[in-house]
């Protein structure tokens, strides 16, 4: 054996040992960061940068949140996918990378289910139709009446082109046959901006962060696209409850890159479980109106990989 | 009245121990991430949160609050200094700050910015303490043509901004106007002259553009020897003093960049850096010493330092009494109230008033705090001067590249900077100026959104933004100055008057 191949061979061992997933018991071994795909401050990484407290507290490694937004969630998906699996890099994962983004753009350079390990529910917030108070619309039938009587008259604002928001709308449209214009924003506060002050009609926005509003009675629910009613909402009918077809989840979750070892996935997931159950992490959650169902590790990865299906044949109908 | 009894329970809560330690922790963290050139208070506040969560509400905001109008002071240090903003609105302050120091007047410079921050500080709170609920219902009327108008009206001042020619600085705004277009379009969402290079989905940061321009362009002409050469400051109490002159120039133009910057900062969005570059250029229009601008005009230190500290404290009117974050740093503010359980909305100052008139009085007490802690670090800050070139411009280089890199954590940022360095440059060679391509650059890609919303929901019909009276109104006034710019009418009654 020639010296060259010798050293081939050791390098190649070598390789093979750094590479070997670190085990569970000695998990976490240093400092362990969340990808979050949003830019700080919004209620999803707020979401992280609790959890990450809660998790560091209890695994005896820091959780360090990274925000890596752009490109729709892509640049933070890609990030995760280009990290080890040795447990040490996970990601905030929510709809907008993984069931929106790889239909929305083709080319964004990851399989949403092949190449992660989807670790953990977190749970999940849903979208309404929202009405602004000067419209005098109440109902949802007034609504479909008023858009089929006056096609094209009526504006709803998203927040942003390919926004699930956005393409909820585009779905609403096709079922309903109504014809409404979209105008789009950039994020959901200067939108709802606009719909207090009547420069746009309606909206299709997610419903936490627009509960002051309707608390005060500038915004008017009139439908939710949550499977039953919401909590938050209970005199509000249900999209389905209305004969449309159309339920959306903005899902949370804990994702890994493919590949990570299933023992530390199930420590996470148990922890993290365990996290959700504090009073003071319910509270907060309700507060932030966001949903939870119990759902474990496995449940989760079929979930995600449902929603994916579920989602691409809308995103591509309001591409 | 009832605004002193607000008042008085405004102090009553800020004034506690606890209170005023995170007020100074604040405002001496958010002066240092000013002074340093490229990492501003987005970074500091986004790493103050998690401390945030164990403080009790108000305290957290006053302490991320702090950090935010705090580096709004310490942004003009490097300005000053080495022509290096600390903040992207500190740009203009460097357009009169940097020939102030080099005729060896950087501690009056530092002096004058100190006080000028103070001034516009101060007006800012009372602005937010006399108006906020008027300014909330003010925004709200501004719909998406009063917003195209204003940014219009922003532009065309702005153009006289910089001293090389009405065609070199309109060159430079259209060259800003075009970066400003790269990314992802937002009606359409089509990915416009990214080159399909991923990172440029999301458009250039104003940070890298700010800082490649003007900061490490420097970097770059200190390393050929480039900067006009080095003047020794004088460092002894008096020399560092404004003289009458200069304290004489002080108060017209400070209570009119206030004025300026209030405005812009009730505008979710507009901020800081738009605040800064109007204020300049209305008052280079208005001044009686219009030939010293870009000389080291006390007014142009003066100016854009009141504006965007004005606009630094109004912009959390909109944060508060709408919840609409005008910026990524007030939407980590935001964040820390969510966290607390307390939604910012119209209803925020009657449900929590000790909350909302603590962080007024918190204002007051920091803005005296930073007028306290900046004139006596002005004879340090002088002193960096003296540090020898060879040392202190690779230092400067590295926090640029540390900060430019904090803000999304990619290193295509960083390249990109240092691209931007290299134009910065190559525009310095050719005696153009980079303010105009700045002001551009931030105003650009706002007033196509507000123009194309405005369009989209009158279904094309331009004539909204003249049956509207807002919008018309703040237009016309960006017509008269264009004209006013193209006619020079002052020379035309000279050359009128001499061939008489």
Redesign the interface.
Known sequence: MTLRRTLLICSAAALAASAFPAVAQDWPERPVRILVSF?????S??VA??L??HLGERLGQPFIV??????GG??AALALKDASPDGHSFMLSNLTPFSIAPTLFPDA?YDPITDFTHVSYIGGVHLALFAGAELGITTLDDLIAGAMAAPGEL?YGTS???SWGHIVSARFGAITDTEM?H????GS??M???L??G??GLSFDAVPQN???VN?GVAIPLAVSSPERLETLPDVPTFLEAGLDLVAENWLGFSAPGGLDPAIAAKLDETLTDIMTLPEITA?FD??GIVRVPMNGAAFAAFVADQYSAWAPMVEAAR | MELLGNLALGFAAATTVEMLTVCFVGVLLGTFVGVLPGIGPLAAVAMLLPVSFHLPAEAALILLAGVYYGAEYGGSTASILLNIPGTPSASVTALDGFPMAQKGRAGVALVLTAIASFVGGIVGVIVMALLSPALAGFALRFGPAEYFAVMVLGLVAATVVGGRGIVRGLAMVFLGLLLGTIGVDVNSGATRFTGGIPDLRDGISLVVVAMGLFGVSEVIASIRGNTRHKVSQPLNWRSLMPNRDDWSRVPGPALRGSAVGSFFGTLPGAGQTVASFVGYAVEKRISRNKDQFGHGAVEGVVVPESANNAAAQTAFIPTLTLGIPGSTTMALMLGALMIHGITPGPRLIADHPSLFWGLVASFVIGNLMLLVLNIPLVGLWARILRVPHAMLYPIVAVLICIGVYSLRLNLFDVWLTLGFGLLGYAMRLWRFEPAPLLIGFVLGPMIEEYFRRAMLLSRGDPLVFIERPGSATLLAIALILLVLAALQPKKLLLRLLKSA
């Not at chain 1, 830019?39 to 209620?43: E, L, N, Q, V």
């Not at chain 1, 105008?183 to 950039?186: A, D, L, R, S």
């Open positions: 830019p700080p401050g919004g209620s990484d707020l940068r609790l990450a407290e990274e925000n890596r937004p752009g490109a892509t640049v350079g504006d942003g082109v390919g214009e105008i789009p924003y950039q506060g200067p709802q901006l606009d207090r002050a420069v746009i509960l002051p509003l005060e907060q507060n932030w």
